[in-house]
């Protein structure tokens, strides 16, 4: 059971560049989410979906796009790189609340340089 | 506004027992939950609290009150390998809106 797996795992981009990070989960979660991290910031959340084909706006969306095709996968793209994108990218997912908490587990990370 | 206040390092020795503090002011409350973060590594969840009182997880106790817009995470027995970041975060709603608002994160160093 592998849980969240996140592609790439490094990435260095130069500015103005476009790439896709992936992040696939085998838990049949719900909710996936895109959070980045950065040094005092905490993490803070890029974009989330609720179910397959569904997507909404977290705190930071801006410059980022994201889709849920398929229910275990929730991709989040960058069109056109920037500095200020340089961070640490962790992709979530979570159970929907039956009667219990849903804690998020969380991928690996994907660490991004834009130069 | 929503905000989510911890310390931001703490320094404790081997075997000992330190407690990790926790307020928060936010619209709502459907939750709250501590994750640890080793260095270079993801959040990973640690407990979970949505009525007051203690909820015990072996060594990991977390204790919550709701009036009082407080939490706090403690650990016994502390070892080595609990040297990482501590993490607070509150869903302020129910429902469909999963969102977390996170806390900047506690570093605890155990130290021999």
């Known amino acids: 059971n592998a849980g969240v797996t996140q592609t790439p795992k490094f990435r260095v981009l130069k500015t103005g560049q476009s790439m896709t990070l992936l992040c696939a989960q085998d838990?049949?979660?719900?909710?996936m989410y895109w959070y980045r991290q950065d040094p005092g910031m905490g993490l803070r959340l890029i974009h989330y979906?609720?179910?397959?084909?569904?997507?909404a706006k977290g705190e930071v969306p801006d410059g980022y796009n994201v889709s849920r095709l398929k229910k275990q996968n929730f991709l989040l793209g960058l069109e056109s790189a920037a500095p200020s994108q340089t961070s640490v990218y962790f992709c979530?997912?979570?159970?929907?609340?039956?009667?219990?908490?849903?804690?998020?587990?969380f991928g690996q990370g994907t660490r991004l340089t834009v130069v | 506004g929503q905000n989510i206040d911890q310390p931001t390092e703490m320094t404790a020795t081997e075997g000992a027992i330190v407690q990790i503090n926790c307020t928060y002011q936010?619209?709502?409350?459907?939750?709250l939950f501590w994750y640890q973060q080793h260095a270079g590594e993801a959040p990973t969840f640690l407990s979970y609290?949505?009525l007051d009182g203690l909820e015990e997880k072996g060594r990991f106790s977390s204790f919550l009150s709701r009036s009082k817009g407080y939490s706090y995470l403690l650990l016994k027995e502390l070892q080595m390998k609990d040297s990482a970041s501590y993490l607070c975060a509150v869903r302020p709603n129910a429902g469909n809106n999963r969102k977390l608002i996170w806390g900047l994160g506690t570093s605890l160093a155990v130290n021999p």
């Open positions: 979906s609720v179910g397959e084909g569904t997507t």
């Open positions: 609290n949505v």
């Open positions: 936010t619209s709502g409350f459907n939750g």
């Open positions: 838990m049949n979660h719900e909710y």
């Open positions: 979530a997912s979570s159970d929907r609340d039956r009667g219990r908490f849903d804690e998020a587990f």
